[in-house]
């Protein structure tokens, strides 16, 4: 009887120690994902240059790196949270023989003497160019920039691409 009594206190501190620890796992790893995911976000935000000093530069930078075909760069220049899908994106977009209309846009976005060209500055850190067109099959394009960063690193490195 001692035995059994013994075996039963085991079982039941054994089921209560499982217990716990799945509850304690459903709660903290959820916690350390994010905590580990801010801090890759972090860091690639402090070690991003990709990108330039000015709205223009980056555009320019951007435009160059598809010219010369180099994609993955080209990406790098749009925000974290979108370059995989740009890089995708991109890659479509050189697939179905979109990119001489691509360049075409970004040089009507780097020609400050287009008239049709409108620079917003949205706040300090936010910028839209936008570019208007009579033809009928091409009404508007735009490219809005950001300086990211502020918010999770407390500096500013360079301007990116976040739509267009």
């Not at 206190?9 to 217990?19: A, F, N, T």
């Amino acid at each position: 009887m001692h035995k059994k009594y013994w075996i039963t206190v085991c079982v039941l501190s054994g089921i209560l120690l499982l217990g716990m620890l799945a509850y304690l796992s459903i709660k903290m790893i959820p916690n350390l994902i994010v905590q580990k995911n801010f801090s890759e976000l972090k860091t690639n935000l402090l070690n991003d240059d990709n990108g330039g000093a000015t709205p223009v530069e980056t555009i320019s930078l951007f435009k160059k790196a598809l010219e010369t075909g180099d994609l993955k760069t080209a990406s790098k220049y749009f925000i974290y949270e979108k370059q995989e899908q740009i890089f995708q994106d991109i890659e479509n977009f050189q697939k179905e023989g979109k990119f001489p209309t691509l360049l075409g846009y970004l040089d009507q976005v780097l020609d400050d003497k287009n008239p049709k060209r409108e620079y917003i500055t949205n706040s300090p850190d936010m910028v839209t160019i936008n570019i208007l067109s009579d033809k009928p099959d091409f009404k508007e394009f735009f490219v809005e920039l950001r300086r990211p960063g502020n918010d999770i690193t407390g500096s500013y490195k360079t301007w990116k691409i976040k739509s267009m």
